[in-house]
């Protein structure tokens, strides 16, 4: 079945250095979506990449759709405390199912 | 516009017993997916339900079941409890606009003694 891989599984980064994480799709997705989940809160939804190639900014955050719709990635520029948590991205293949990645923990030495 | 309500916040069992998580999706949703998150596995898919249907269901053993009402409301339940369904188990709403994006609760914490 679908499988989605993330890369790292944690980070640890000074405050004001740029962090990335990575999403791979074993298939080609509908869509892909990022989640950004609070130490001891749920997910909450951030953004949906739809179109090959698309590229997302909110604020420091940039987001990007691969042009084959298989890989995505998150990037932060210049952390900050706030940025602390657990980023999920997740995948819509066929039959509508959304297949979540195993997440990167992110912290953020201040 | 409220959100996602999911009761009880915590529960502590013990093993071999039952238990019944409530979820209420935000008013409008009708698509209600359940997941159960644990330290080391992440987000697992348990089942998703729509216009009380069951639509999609992950690799969870049959003690796992779930349902859904007429009014979008929904219900998970977990027979002969292990300590390993010891996690945070997540209920999240959708719109059903083929884009799925999910709208979280709290989640329940359920600790099996």
């Known amino acids: 079945g679908q499988q989605v891989m993330q890369i790292p599984q944690y980070q640890h980064v000074q405050e004001g250095e740029d962090f990335t994480t990575y999403c791979n799709s074993s298939?080609?997705?509908?869509?892909i979506q990022w989640y950004k989940q609070r130490p001891g809160g749920h997910p909450v939804f951030l953004i949906q990449?739809?179109?090959?190639?698309e590229v997302k900014k909110q604020k420091r955050l940039t987001f990007q759709f691969g042009e084959a719709k298989k890989n995505s990635s998150l990037h932060i520029t210049a952390t900050q405390t706030t940025d602390v948590g657990t980023y999920f991205c997740?995948?819509?293949?066929?039959?509508?199912?959304?297949?979540f990645g195993a997440g990167t923990i992110l912290r953020v030495k201040s | 516009k409220a959100g996602v309500t999911q009761t009880p916040r915590y529960l502590i069992k013990t093993r071999g017993q039952q238990v019944t998580l409530s979820c209420s999706p935000i008013?409008?949703?009708?698509?209600v997916s359940w997941y159960q998150q644990t330290p080391g596995q992440g987000l697992q898919f348990l089942f998703e339900?729509?216009?009380?249907?069951?639509?999609n269901k992950g690799n969870f053993p049959g003690r796992f079941s779930g349902r859904q009402f007429s009014n979008s409301r929904s219900e998970m339940n977990v027979s002969t409890l292990e300590l390993g369904d010891s996690a945070l188990y997540l209920c999240?709403?959708?719109?059903?606009?083929?884009?799925?994006?999910?709208?979280f609760g709290a989640g329940s914490r359920l600790t099996v003694l």
């Open positions: 298939t080609t997705l509908s869509n």
């Open positions: 999240a709403s959708s719109l059903v606009d083929g884009a799925n994006v999910l709208t």
């Open positions: 008013s409008g949703h009708r698509s």
């Open positions: 339900y729509f216009s009380e249907t069951q639509r």
């Open positions: 990449l739809v179109k090959s190639g």
């Open positions: 997740a995948g819509q293949g066929g039959g509508n199912k959304l297949v």
